[in-house]
């Protein structure tokens, strides 16, 4: 046998036992399932032979295909619903689809694992059924299935057509070429609820399970200690509608001082938020809370190319107390090897969709460095799909 999958044979196994030993609830049994997942994943890999090469790599979209008419079809909330293993020709009754037709689509949802077989034209819900009977877990197949992949499909031809540099105009996107639009992505997606609302569904379960910054990071020696009892604490900056202020403020309600939301008019206009002012504001303008203590970004600055990033970072610092202000960036830091498929997946996603990126550590040194910020310390969570917590002051 092959030594390489000899050695992952034995790393499997002590990782199967370790996870085995561990009980649910227990905080290492996240990290140990997921290095599991890598391992067997890795294993599997290199079990393959070339025909099972050209077959995984070739026929995987299908597997989401069959899973988006599993979903249309209301196929997964007929098994969900059910205490006992549901039969073809009910299954066919319930969904008004044609019984040989359903049969087909269910070979193959069962081929992938995405439903069980109990016995011949029997079936009962698996993971991936109870999965996609959650709405805002399921609006992630339509948001990508729909509305991404056309953009995916198209992203060979442009990296082609642009001569193989890496992208970051945001008004020549592969988007901007596949919807026939001189509108960014996300102003084109809110003017368009077929979209809108599907994306906005699966954004409020993007971050399921994993691990959040107010968990790893020390929120209260950090952020309240030498704090301003009347000054403005935490700005969320372009944070949507206030989910991380009101978290926050809700979580740590002894902190001292303010909470302000910022965002653009058309987010914020109708918000009323407890506990948190909601404050019309364009990141690439100047801003205009001075001195606070803290100015968060989650998931912004990988909407943009590192010229824009540094406007919005600049901006930010010249609004900075360089004895009292920091700026946290809730953000993937990519490693630069072994990078999660997730990751590496989003990277080219926001390559597609905004000539856009998902920054290693050492592309966040050289953003933050070039925009007179420093970093003093990157907060990483115990697992690898979370996102880290950047922690930069003022470059003295």
Known sequence: ????????????????????????????????????????SKLSLALEEPGDVLERVTMQFLEVVSIKIGINLGLFEAL??????????????????????????????ASVGA???????????????????????????????????????????????????????????????VYRTAKPCFQYIMEHHAWKDPFQLYMSGFDEGRANWMDFFPVEEKLGNGAHTDGILFVDVGGGIGHEAIALKNGFPKLPGKFVLQDLPQTVEDLHLEGVEAMAHDFLKPQTI??????????????????????????????MDPSYSKVLINQWVVPERNATRLMTAQDLNMMAVLNAIERTEKQWYELLESSGLRIENIWRPDDDVSECLIEAVVKE
């Not at 034995?10 to 996240?30: H, P």
């Not at 009977?133 to 992949?149: D, I, M, Q, W």
């Not at 998931?299 to 010249?318: K, M, Q, Y």
Request: include cysteine; charged fraction near 25%.
């Open 1 to 40: 046998m092959d030594t390489s999958v000899t050695n992952l044979l034995a790393q499997v196994r002590v990782l199967g036992e370790e996870f085995s030993s561990v009980q649910n609830g227990d905080t290492r049994r996240g990290k140990q399932r997921a290095e599991l997942r890598k391992a067997v």
């Open 115 to 177: 439903v069980e077989e109990t016995e011949n034209e029997c079936y009962a819900p698996a993971t991936v059924s109870k999965t996609m009977v959650v709405p805002k877990l399921a609006a992630g197949v339509e948001h990508c299935f729909t509305y991404l992949s056309p953009i995916w499909n198209y992203l060979p031809k442009y990296l082609e057509e642009t001569n193989y540099q890496n992208p970051t105009d945001p008004s020549h996107t592969a988007f901007n070429l």
């Open 80 to 109: 969900v619903k059910s205490e006992e293993p549901r039969s073809l020709p009910e299954l066919a009754k319930e969904t008004g689809a044609d019984p040989v037709l359903l049969g087909r689509i269910l070979r193959s949802l």
């Open 290 to 319: 001075k001195g606070a203590r803290v100015y968060y970004f989650r998931n912004v600055l990988h909407d943009w190319s590192d010229d824009i990033c540094r406007t919005i970072l600049s901006e930010t610092r010249r609004a």
